[in-house]
Nanobody
Framework: QVQLMESGGGLVQAGESLRLSCAAS??????MGWYRQAPGKQRELLAT???????NYADSVKGRFTISRGNAKKAVYLQMNSLKPGDTAVYYC??????????????????????WGQGTQVTVSS
């Protein structure tokens, strides 16, 4: 059974950094990415990365967040800098076998993704 397991969430102060990790049980995905969902808000796609390392970002995090993949392609990371209270949310790792998912996901939404992690809480205090 394919599994995605996030880690690295926690409580930080505004301006600090966190690095989220996601470990996948297989390495054959075409794309992986990160979503977040804050209380009372819609789920938001933050960043995606292809097998070849091409990245895409939502405007809301461009320049502050960086997505990367491990060498064995079974891990994906989200480096989050200059965190703000508005970044407080549950962060989810996602993965897809679909060709072109890394870009189509910004248009097609959650249906793009085959697998979701259980999420990790990030809380940013002011």
């Amino acid at each position: 059974q394919v599994q995605l397991m996030e880690s690295g969430g926690g409580l930080v102060q505004a301006g600090e950094s966190l690095r989220l990790s996601c470990a996948a049980s297989i390495s054959s995905f075409n794309a992986m990415g990160w979503y977040r969902q804050a209380p009372g808000k819609q789920r938001e796609l933050l960043a995606t990365i292809t097998t070849g390392g091409t990245t895409n970002y939502a405007d809301s995090v461009k320049g502050r967040f960086t997505i990367s993949r491990g060498n064995a392609k079974k891990a994906v990371y989200l480096q989050m800098n200059s965190l703000k209270p508005g970044d407080t949310a549950v962060y989810y790792c996602v993965a897809s076998f679909q060709a072109g998912a890394a870009t189509s996901a910004f248009r097609d939404g959650a249906a793009t993704w085959n697998y979701w992690g259980q999420g990790t809480q990030v809380t940013v205090s002011s």
